[in-house]
């Protein structure tokens, strides 16, 4: 277990470029199986979800060689696999395996999702996509068990976008017999990765990024070479870093596009932002103005920039407000940057925040992935030491995050959580 310790006060100036994207890494991953040939994946970002799912692609009969940032893989040898409980429950996207599974080898058996404490996330569309498609699945012990000698066209709407049943069932989907459509489709930059990365093996899919997804379903895929794309939301991590710490940050190799929904409101907030073709530069030399947002599917504000920005709004003058409309618990982050002096109430699913001038260094944890990149961010910016504890949640989704904050001037270091305790100890007793 390991803390990273943060020394505000530092305005972080510099350019940073962000590593492969978690998502799309980890929804192509959940891929792969279907392919009868080698595939090359560059660009993969080394992270702890990352890890954990190349090593349930082994358990399952892959082969899986890291070389440099890439990740050669080989699906040949698949097998069936009863991965066990423990295996699967640090990570949601272990589930998208079920799918995949079925259409290659005709039967699966994966334990019920897990993943970060946001709330609930059910899997109601992936299961009735399944079944539509021909599959038999049944709930034993707190598993899917399914078979499906065979998978067949159909068509499915969804009431609210779902990335991650429209990812699931539109990779199934490529070797069902004939046709399967997706409406009211997510419309996530990580799904047109995906389709490209499945097109690329000879599948045929058509309309994503938009709402209506077509499959027409194919023999076989074949190998290939893909690369992942930047992510998105590390990459609007660094650029509120940069608002936060009133710097100078500029993000290399990102498509504006993506970040059109935050940027508007980093602007709102009177942020100054500058566009280019492949990179995004924030900085910011006093308080930012109160904003209200609504997290919602993609192209809206994304879910998981609102807890980061959560911390910039801390420090804004006057009340933000920000509503959170997928899930009911990510609000985890509120009560520990109350620690750090922030002024937030939650009300259902609405944190209303009244600005404070200034932020002061304290002992917080984090709760989620993007919890722990906020109480980061704000950490940046308090006057005095912060320590954030279960980091392990901040390496579930950012490459290298304390040495491309250092890169940027941030005064911030892992240490070892015993470590920190005993020399936490030794400063109470001198």
Known sequence: MHVLRIRGGNPLHGSVTVPGSKN????????????????VLHNVPDVSDVRIKVGLLKDFGATVEWREGSLFIDCRGLKYWRPDEESMRPIRTGFYLLGPMLARIGRADIPMPGGCKIGARPVDFHIKGLEIMGAKIKI?????????????GGEIHFEVPSAGATQHLMATATLADGTFTISNAAMEPEV??????????????????????????????????????????????????GAITRGDVTVNNVWPEPQTALVSKLKEAGVHVEE??????????????????KTMPYPGFPTDIQQPMSALLALASGQSMIEETLYESRT????????????????????????????????????????????????????????????HFIDRGYEGFEERLRSLGADIERLGQLDWEREYAGRKLS
């Open 140 to 152: 034993e012990g707190g598993r899917y068990v399914a078979e499906a000698p065979s998978l067949s």
């Open 192 to 241: 047109v990765a995906l389709a490209d990365f499945l097109n690329r093996l000879g599948a045929r899919i058509e309309g994503a990024g938009t709402s209506t997804i077509t499959v027409t379903g194919v023999k076989s895929l074949h190998g290939g070479e893909f690369r992942i794309p930047e992510d998105r939301l590390q990459a609007g991590t660094y650029m509120i870093a």
């Open 276 to 293: 280019g073709s492949d990179h995004i530069r924030v900085s910011s030399s006093g308080r930012p103005t109160g904003v209200g947002i």
């Open 332 to 391: 985890g982050h509120v009560s520990e940057l109350n620690r750090m002096g922030a002024s937030m109430t939650v009300h259902g699913r609405m944190t209303v925040i009244e600005g404070v001038d200034r932020l002061s260094g304290a002992t917080v944890e984090a709760s989620d992935l993007r919890a722990g990149a906020a109480l980061c961010l704000a950490g940046l910016a308090a006057e005095g030491e912060t320590v954030v504890k279960n980091v």
């Open 24 to 39: 799309a890494a980890l929804a192509i991953l959940s891929s792969v199986v279907l392919s009868e040939g080698p595939i």
